[in-house]
């Protein structure tokens, strides 16, 4: 099941080849020099897109090869490691075309089917400049003229908005509250007056990439454009956007594997005195903390992926902990990567790579904020936390529901983007159902020789069903915790509550390489993640983390991608 799990992204790596060759216009060094001049991806992108990579974020009724989250999530990473505009140079469209999926006409559904069956893009149009993630605050309007409509306003931010031929656009068509807002979708190769896309604007990361401040001035709107009912779009963008954080772990994932790779490249090189540096105690460390929070990165996103199959009402808390914590460890293994390279990774061209790493810096950055901030993130679930805790504490979730998604060898089921929701109702499959797993697997843990691994077992449960009192705490304490920082601690302790779910499940398989049943690689992911969850200093950990260090240049000696289900990688001078 995980060769199958692979099979697309081991071909497409086939496909491109080695990335360290200069001369390929699909490696590392075409990356850095499209960088350095702000150039699109096009050669890259056009062999993508004839290999069909553009259509597997498209279901099979609209023509896609969409299969499965999981594959996609490999998929989209053995392309972003390469270069991370990669993946909004031919799938930015992933958050219109959901929303469209939701609640489209058949005839808008088929015609911009066609569209990106083709290779062209649809924007997305919600945020504005002055509000932010305040989406209640917005003020594009579109006003009734006639037979149609009259759209007035300017959006902010739209991705590929300079080149794309179609774009959804949320507008105001009320006045309070989130049915005040009315979606329509444009033709831009017939819609011409009344449309400013504006200049380019400028990213530190994605450079390239085209970004545009659209604005709308008086333009005429047809009944037929308009999405769904008056008063609906708001919604269905929400939920569209929970896709959007899930897919966003694949480039945040696809950074951090090539930063580790390049810097251990290094490090494994590099001398200081007599000892290499990878061998020096203090940068094996520091190498351990970074490969530790990669691992926990590709457990918890992985997890999602499967998950949205199985429980995609619950991700507007369970996508908004993984794109959290996925985003903080690639940045922090990244962050830690740099302390490797030292005065290397600052330097623009001579550095490893030729200045690969300030590019992976610059877009890893970029991904961890270009669908929502950071705070608004964890604030757009704070508000369910008594109910996730006391569900956690009470421990009786869909125990078989949780075998189906962490069991990389079982089957998902067809994924309906029509089951997803605003609120989770306090499920959240994780720490749902982790009270059944967390005993026996501390138990088999301490039989097999890793009472160590067990002992972290046994905290997380104990932090998991220590929630309720926390949650009660922060909400009558002002000045203290607040529902953010408990946000934040209970994603934490989700992406722990992944990775000790996936190694009961996935006992019999050989995750990360590993001999199947190793807990190696738990051991150091659940004392990354529990450190983080107590804010503590992840370096005090380090007995726990060391062995993720080897278990990272097992999977670099053999050329596989570091993940749990680990992709065979194009080899050098391929």
């Not at 009315?182 to 033709?187: C, E, G, H, K, S």
């Not at 269905?236 to 951090?256: D, E, I, N, P, W």
């Not at 992926?305 to 993984?322: K, L």
Request: aromatic letters at 6%; a neutral charge; hydrophobic letters at 45%.
């Amino acid at each position: 099941m995980i060769d199958r799990l692979v099979r697309k992204a081991a071909e497409l790596e086939l496909l491109l080849g080695d990335p360290a060759d200069a001369s390929s216009q699909y490696g590392f060094a075409a990356a850095v020099r499209r960088d350095e001049r702000g150039e699109f991806p096009d050669e890259l992108a056009g062999v993508l897109r004839e290999a069909g990579f553009h259509l597997d974020h498209l279901p099979a009724e609209w023509g896609g090869g969409f299969e499965s989250f999981d594959r996609s999530l490999l998929l989209v990473r053995a392309a972003a490691r390469r270069d991370l505009n990669t993946m909004p140079a031919t799938m930015f469209s992933i958050t219109a075309a959901t929303c469209v999926r939701l609640h489209g006409s058949p005839g808008q559904q088929q015609w911009l089917a066609g569209l990106l069956r083709r290779g062209g893009a649809v924007g997305f149009a919600l945020s504005e400049a002055g509000h932010g993630s305040d989406l209640l605050a917005n003020e594009a309007r579109l006003e009734p003229d006639g037979d149609g409509w009259r759209l007035t306003g300017r959006k902010w931010m739209v991705g590929l908005g300079q080149r794309c031929e179609a774009m959804y656009v949320v507008a105001r068509t009320g006045e309070r509250g989130p049915g005040a807002f009315t979606a329509v979708l444009l033709d831009l190769t017939t819609t011409a007056d009344g449309l400013r896309r504006g200049a380019p604007v400028a990213t530190g990361g994605m450079r390239g990439i085209d970004f545009a401040h659209p604005r709308f001035d008086a333009l005429p709107v047809g009944r037929d454009q308009l999405v769904g009912r008056p008063g609906q779009a708001l919604e269905v963008a929400v939920k569209a956007q929970q896709v959007v954080r899930l897919m966003s772990t694949a480039g945040s994932l696809g950074c951090a594997d090539t930063a580790l790779r390049l810097t251990l490249d290094f490090a494994a090189e590099r001398r200081t005195g007599r000892t290499l540096l990878i061998d020096s105690p203090y940068q094996r460390r520091e190498l351990a903390v970074a490969a530790a929070a990669l691992l926990s990165a590709d457990a918890v996103a992985l997890a999602a992926a499967r998950g949205i199959h199985v429980a995609p009402e619950q991700f507007s808390v369970w996508g908004c902990a993984a794109k959290h914590v996925v985003a903080e460890a690639a940045e922090d293994a990244i962050a830690r990567c740099g302390a490797t390279l030292a005065t290397r990774s600052v330097l623009r061209t001579e550095g490893p790579g030729g200045g690969l790493f300030q590019k992976l810096q610059r877009d890893a950055a970029l991904v961890r904020v270009v669908d929502t901030s950071t705070l608004a993130n964890l604030r757009s679930f704070a508000g369910q936390l008594p109910a996730l805790a006391a569900a956690a504490e009470a421990g009786d979730g869909d125990a078989q529901a949780a075998r189906t998604v962490f069991a990389l060898d079982r089957e998902l089921p067809p994924y309906d983007p029509g089951r997803l929701d605003l609120s989770a109702r306090g499920r959240d499959l994780p720490t749902g159902t982790l009270a059944a797993v967390a005993t026996p697997a501390a138990r088999a843990l301490a039989e097999a020789g890793s009472p160590a691994v067990a002992a972290l077992a046994e905290r997380l449960l104990a932090a998991v069903r220590g929630l309720p009192a926390e949650a009660a705490e922060a909400a009558g304490a002002p000045g203290g915790t607040g529902p953010a920082d408990l946000a934040e601690r209970f994603a934490w302790l989700h992406a722990a509550a992944c990775c000790l779910q996936l190694w009961w499940a996935g006992r019999h398989l050989p995750l990360y390489g590993q001999k199947p049943g190793s807990a190696d690689w738990l051991g150091a992911c659940l004392g990354y993640l529990l450190a983080r969850a107590d804010q503590q200093p992840v370096r005090r950990a380090a007995e726990h983390l060391l062995p993720a260090l080897d278990v990272l240049l097992d999977l670099r000696r053999e050329h596989r991608m570091f993940a749990a289900a680990p992709v065979p990688l194009a080899r050098p001078g391929v």
